[in-house]
């Protein structure tokens, strides 16, 4: 499971910078804006900072993988950490989190385990401490904790994905409507061993994230993961099944949606004789 997410994540980010699935709905967009841990939303409209952050974080992350180096991850964390010092607000705290998410999983490329799981540590406990999580937080931190797994003992796996789980689910609760939170029950289940229930409802999660618009508001300063990676796995999900038909299916309706999707692109090698 470990070199698994290593693998499809660093390879995705590496060889793919396109705009990928950087959408959100009204419904996240209002959630966020109107968080009670948030300052007022015109305060960080226009800070250069937040603009396109999540494509900043992704750039971040290559530009780490190819100079071998988590300068660039680094320094957007302190900036973000400095813009949050006096305002707790909850959305640049998420970015501050999303940050270390990706920061962890660069390190584990470079086989710094220790300096992976201190920094995967620092963006749950933030995300933890957010007086009112919306449903994004929660979605965020269901994926952060699934990462998080690698580093328990095998007495503690079952708990903490117990926990992605629940938070995943809450952030449904909050908004029904939230495909990241789809994605990441999707990845639970998924990536779960067979012998915790692992691997029995992934394709169903996975299904209504795909069919979730990703965006009918847009805004450069709030999340929007999830579309594309949803459609990888669910491609995966059929091929492992041996259900060829949908996965060629939804091969082909992802790799239109995602033209330039590198780790899309390669399943194209594992259908092409069905």
Same mark, same amino acid.
């Given at each position: 499971m470990k070199n698994a %997410? %290593?693998?499809?994540?660093c390879t995705l980010f590496l060889l793919n910078t396109s705009r990928g699935n950087i959408m959100i709905s009204k419904q996240e967009s209002d959630s966020f804006i109107n968080s009670p841990a948030a300052s007022p939303y015109r305060t960080y409209q226009n800070d250069t900072l937040l603009i396109n952050i999540q494509a900043n974080v992704l750039n971040s992350f290559v530009n780490g993988k190819i100079s071998n180096s988590d300068k660039d991850l680094a320094g957007l964390e302190q900036e973000l950490l400095i813009m949050n010092?006096?305002?707790?607000?909850?959305?640049?705290?998420?970015?501050?989190?999303?940050?270390?998410?990706?920061?962890? %999983?660069?390190?584990?490329?470079?086989?710094?385990?220790?300096?992976?799981?201190k920094i995967l540590d620092e963006g749950i406990i933030r995300l933890k401490k957010i007086a009112n999580p919306n449903s994004e937080h929660l979605a965020l931190l269901s994926l952060m904790e699934g990462l998080s797994i690698q580093y328990a003992s095998g007495m503690e796996t079952p708990g903490i994905s117990k926990q992605a789980r629940q938070n995943a689910e809450k952030a449904l609760q909050l908004d029904s409507l939230n495909l990241r939170a789809y994605y990441v029950l999707g990845s639970n289940d998924y990536y779960s061993p067979v012998q915790y229930g692992g691997g029995k409802k992934a394709a169903g999660y996975l299904l209504k994230a795909i069919r979730l618009k990703e965006q009918s508001v847009a805004n450069p300063i709030l999340p929007s993961w999830g579309k594309n990676s949803a459609y990888e796995m669910l491609i995966r999900v059929y091929i492992k099944q041996k259900l060829y038909a949908e996965a060629k299916k939804y091969y082909q309706e992802a790799s239109a949606l995602y033209p330039n999707d590198y780790m899309i692109i390669k399943l194209s090698e594992e259908i092409k004789d069905y």
């Open positions: %997410i %290593i693998y499809l994540v010092r006096n305002n707790n607000n909850s959305i640049i705290t998420y970015w501050y989190s999303y940050a270390c998410y990706y920061h962890s %999983i660069l390190f584990l490329s470079q086989k710094e385990n220790k300096r992976a799981e």
